[in-house]
């Protein structure tokens, strides 16, 4: 794989590109599938057959009809002076021979190209027909048809041999697109303009990164073109390509592109997930990721466990766990294992020590899940559980051995989803609350090891689904209900 760093001092091809694409583009789900190239390459050869144009036996002397727009042309001077007469629009320019049953075959699809993409030269050199064509094709350093070469403005862009139709629609529609609705970005002001004009309407933004010369980007064009007639009314698509100037490599770079094609999606000012070879990377809310920060300043971390929490995707940072669709946070998993904890001392297990009494930040993750700070100094965080109740989508709670001194009271339990519930090895001196006895789905309550006291409701009887209950080394009395 190429970096960015790599790829500036080296041709586009040491940039790794990809054969295969599955976008997720949000709000809508769309596969795009791509194009097989077939290999039909055949050397070339002077001769002076015919040339069957449409399937047909007709031969070369047959004149190009006037509505079909391909211009044949026979010798050097006719080709630059139509390189010259197209100015800077795209001039596709196919080489073929007579001989070539594949040259054959993919001229009609040409021709008709040539009648629906109004904005594109296209020529025909047949480089068996004479001495001047050969000439030509040699010049061209061409030796095997059929051989596509595109122009803009007297140079040459890009090229390919033995390509099929899909292919050459897909390269037409890439390197001559000037009137379709992807927008065409050629630098970062473009990307910042482009992203302030739909800030209001909040409309998505797909962003497709690619290179001039990338065979993968120009195969997943036509359905990026074809999604963005579809969608116009809800998803705003632009294009890309980064080794057009310095400014979009520069783009490229801070964005940690390093292969192509890649998707880009952006709403509201923020990028909200990309795409590459088929994988979505959902990107977690700024909302959520200043939370995590928020903790993380409120820890001392001597052993530099929350070091990978940098960065703007909070999805890849060590111990967050992300919904693959949405982005939120759905897991804060930052706890040790019991033979860890073994070997550290109590009041600071993990090299983590919560340092804030609020831990209001932890309200912010709505979505979460499974929260695993078992480990953690908490002694100082007296509204911990007060906070929990905020999280009603919580199906695990691990919070063993984090100094917890206390069971705040609450009036009801919000959090009745949970499944998953251990504060064992704590020193929570208190009875158990009735709250406890409501959350009606645990399979596992683990309050091992702490002080709790006094007897056990019969209405224990309520956590029908309770498989594993830990009990041990407290000072509860009476008999199991």
Known sequence: MATIRNFLSKPPSSLQTLTKLDPLISPCSTSIS?????????????RRE???ARATTA????KVESDERVQQVHNTEEFDEALRTAKNKLVVVEYAASHSYHSRKIYPFMVDLSKTCN????LLVMGDESNDTKALCEREKIDKVPHFSFYKSMEKIHEEEGIGPDMLMGDVLYYGDNHSAVVQLHSRDDVEKLIGEHKIDHKLIVLDVGLKHCGPCVKVYPTVLKLSKQMV???????????ENESCMKFLKDMEVVEVPTFLFIRDSEICGSSIDGEANILCATSERQALLTFKKSLTDHSQRLSSWVGDNCCS????????????VVRLALGLSFGDILN?????LGGLSFLDENLQWLSQLSNLEHLDMSGVNFSKASNWLQVVNTIPSLLELRLSSCNLKCFPSLPYANFTSLEIFDISRNKINSSLPDWLYTLNNLTHLDLGGNYFHGAISPSIGNLTSLTDLQLAYNQLSGPLP
């Open 34 to 46: 791509l194009f097989s190239r077939p290999k039909p390459i055949i050397r070339l050869k002077t």
């Open 317 to 328: 940072w060590k111990g967050i766990g992300c919904d693959n669709k949405t982005g939120s």
């Open 50 to 52: 015919g040339f069957v």
């Open 59 to 62: 031969r070369v002397t047959r």
């Open 344 to 348: 550290l001392e109590y009041n600071d």
């Open 233 to 243: 009314d809800t998803v705003v698509f632009a294009r890309m390509n980064g080794d």
């Open 119 to 122: 904005d594109v030269e296209f």
